[in-house]
Nanobody, 123 residues
Framework: QVQLVESGGGLVQAGGSLRLSCAAS????????MGWFRQAPGKEREFVAAIIWNGGSTYYADSVKGRFTISRDNAKNTLYLQMNSLKSEDTAVYYC????????????????WGPGTQVTVSS
């Protein structure tokens, strides 16, 4: 089993920045892919960004490309999401997710999930 815990969410004004972290523990050697998803009230969970754990290739949703950066620290088993130029539409609960591998953009690929952290962007 793999345990994931997010941190770093909060309230920020539009145009501001936040950095989310996700600490992984347990059988982390089984993880090949990690990602960030988000879910706004009344909406379905959507893909935000993903990274190949060992190779480092990154993938982004069009809505965040150029504003968000996903990265990881293999030694610390920690995933990050740097969010810049935040907009009110970025308001959501952000989830960290892990997988052995598969379709990067699909939430069904990911078997491990954190409890989520709230990000609220005020306009």
């Amino acid at each position: 089993q793999v345990q994931l815990v997010e941190s770093g969410g909060g309230l920020v004004q539009a145009g501001g920045s936040l950095r989310l972290s996700c600490a992984a523990s347990g059988r982390t050697f089984s993880i090949g892919l990690m990602g960030w998803f988000r879910q706004a009230p009344g909406k379905e969970r959507e893909f935000v960004a993903a990274i190949i754990w060992n190779g480092g290739s990154t993938y982004y949703a069009d809505s965040v490309k150029g504003r968000f950066t996903i990265s990881r620290d293999n030694a610390k088993n920690t995933l990050y999401l740097q969010m810049n130029s935040l907009k009110s539409e970025d308001t959501a609960v952000y989830y960290c997710a892990g997988s052995m591998g598969g379709t990067i953009y699909s939430s069904r690929t990911y078997g491990y999930w954190g409890p989520g952290t709230q990000v609220t962007v005020s306009s």
